[in-house]
């Protein structure tokens, strides 16, 4: 089905509805369509010159006009943040309108890097350093509690990522071979490369270390140890290193997909049988709704069924910004504003 000429589509947490911004051809949607997915009928709202997206069932977020917003679309009312009832409602408005953190699968917790804040961790630190400084402020994390704002971890990671109920997914800090062959954090290895460099080029050695993934309560603490990964440093200014995810069957990363030498393999770790598989390439991965697993670094161009391990959809080749419904049923295709790369 076609759903017009428009960008950004989103579809409703229960499926059921898509909104699409309409242009009229100068990339500036000022308005929001909402399509009925059953009976494909279609109403109109103003938007305020942004890209509105669902985040509940009934209320699309609105960005621009200088603070966040909501449309609750059976009214069509527009609701100021604060003014919002629902906690959850108003945590997933603030997540969209900083643009930072992500919330776990539950809605329980919101989990927030240091670098994801406000405030410029490094403002004042000595430009000489600020290298560092930003590379200790990546690896800072703060786990949230959505219903009280409270604070339950704070902890230094790689990575940490949504898996199951009350679980998060975590990569330590990178340790890499030093020059006098001891282990170090590797941005330490990296500063020492680059006093020998020009001043702002990326050192053209490899750096390469590990990395080890475990799952945490994030309640009690409890940790569960998954399996070292391989650490390579990125090409770019961002230490990203690759995708990493969890649900309640599978664990999933992809080694060193950012780094300087993109050799690295996708691993599928089962949880319940503890067997960990390696795919024959290294992909962007992320898990659908239905447990699957999508690959593509903007959306699921493929989605490779689990445990099965066959392709049960490949999208045309060049097929680029998928989206696929809470659901699973439908994957919009197109609608691209243009972005740059996952690496940085």
Same mark, same amino acid.
């Given at each position: 089905?076609?759903?017009?000429?428009?960008?950004?589509?989103?579809?409703?947490?229960?499926?059921?509805?898509?909104?699409?911004?309409?242009?009229?051809?100068?990339?500036?949607?000022?308005?929001?369509?909402?399509?009925?997915?059953?009976?494909?009928?279609?109403?109109?709202?103003?938007?305020?010159?942004?890209?509105?997206?669902?985040?509940?069932?009934?209320?699309?977020?609105?960005?621009?006009?200088?603070?966040?917003?909501?449309?609750?679309?059976?009214?069509?009312?527009?609701?100021?943040?604060?003014?919002?009832?629902?906690?959850?409602?108003?945590?997933?408005?603030?997540?969209?309108?900083?643009?930072?953190?992500?919330?776990?699968?539950?809605?329980?917790?919101?989990?927030?890097?240091?670098?994801?804040?406000?405030?410029?961790?490094?403002?004042?630190?000595?430009?000489?350093?600020?290298?560092?400084?930003?590379?200790?402020?990546?690896?800072?994390?703060?786990?949230?509690?959505?219903?009280?704002?409270?604070?339950?971890?704070?902890?230094?990671?790689?990575?940490?990522?949504?898996?199951?109920?009350?679980?998060?997914?975590?990569?330590?800090?990178?340790?890499?071979?030093?020059?006098?062959?001891?282990?170090?954090?590797?941005?330490?290895?990296?500063?020492?490369?680059?006093?020998?460099?020009?001043?702002?080029?990326?050192?053209?050695?490899?750096?390469?270390?590990?990395?080890?993934? #475990?799952?945490? +309560?994030? !309640? /009690? *603490?409890?940790?569960?140890?998954?399996? =070292?990964?391989?650490?390579?440093?990125? @090409?770019?200014?961002?230490?990203?290193?690759?995708?990493?995810?969890?649900?309640?069957?599978?664990?999933?990363?992809?080694?060193?997909?950012?780094?300087?030498?993109?050799?690295?393999?996708? #691993?599928?770790? +089962?949880? !319940? /049988? *503890?067997?960990?598989?390696?795919?024959? =390439?290294?992909?962007?991965?992320?898990? @659908?709704?239905?447990?699957?697993?999508?690959?593509?670094?903007?959306?699921?161009?493929?989605?490779?069924?689990?445990?099965?391990?066959?392709?049960?959809?490949?999208?045309?080749?060049?097929?680029?910004?998928?989206?696929?419904?809470?659901?699973?049923?439908?994957?919009?295709?197109?609608?691209?504003?243009?972005?740059?790369?996952?690496?940085?």
């Amino acid at each position: 089905m076609s759903l017009g000429r428009g960008f950004a589509v989103s579809f409703s947490p229960d499926g059921t509805k898509v909104a699409l911004n309409p242009t009229d051809g100068s990339g500036r949607p000022d308005r929001v369509r909402v399509i009925d997915l059953a009976t494909m009928a279609s109403e109109e709202f103003a938007s305020i010159g942004g890209l509105a997206s669902f985040v509940d069932n009934d209320y699309l977020y609105l960005p621009g006009g200088g603070e966040v917003r909501v449309l609750d679309i059976r009214t069509g009312e527009v609701t100021r943040l604060n003014d919002a009832d629902d906690p959850l409602l108003r945590a997933k408005l603030k997540q969209r309108g900083s643009g930072s953190g992500a919330l776990t699968v539950d809605g329980r917790y919101r989990l927030l890097r240091r670098t994801d804040r406000a405030d410029d961790f490094c403002r004042d630190v000595p430009a000489a350093e600020r290298q560092r400084c930003s590379a200790e402020a990546f690896e800072q994390w703060t786990i949230e509690e959505v219903s009280t704002g409270r604070i339950v971890r704070e902890l230094r990671a790689h990575h940490v990522g949504s898996a199951g109920p009350g679980e998060v997914v975590v990569a330590t800090s990178p340790q890499c071979q030093g020059a006098d062959g001891s282990l170090e954090w590797c941005e330490d290895v990296l500063q020492e490369l680059r006093a020998d460099d020009a001043p702002g080029t990326f050192p053209v050695e490899y750096v390469t270390g590990t990395s080890n993934v #475990f799952i945490v +309560d994030v !309640a /009690t *603490g409890d940790t569960g140890f998954i399996a =070292t990964a391989v650490y390579t440093a990125n @090409t770019g200014v961002s230490p990203s290193n690759w995708p990493l995810m969890a649900n309640d069957d599978y664990i999933a990363w992809t080694d060193a997909y950012c780094g300087q030498d993109r050799g690295g393999h996708t #691993f599928l770790f +089962d949880r !319940a /049988t *503890g067997e960990l598989a390696e795919l024959d =390439t290294g992909f962007w991965v992320t898990f @659908t709704p239905g447990g699957d697993l999508g690959v593509g670094a903007f959306g699921p161009q493929a989605i490779l069924d689990l445990p099965a391990l066959s392709w049960r959809i490949v999208l045309p080749q060049g097929t680029v910004d998928v989206v696929q419904s809470p659901d699973g049923q439908y994957l919009a295709v197109g609608g691209v504003l243009g972005h740059g790369g996952l690496c940085g």
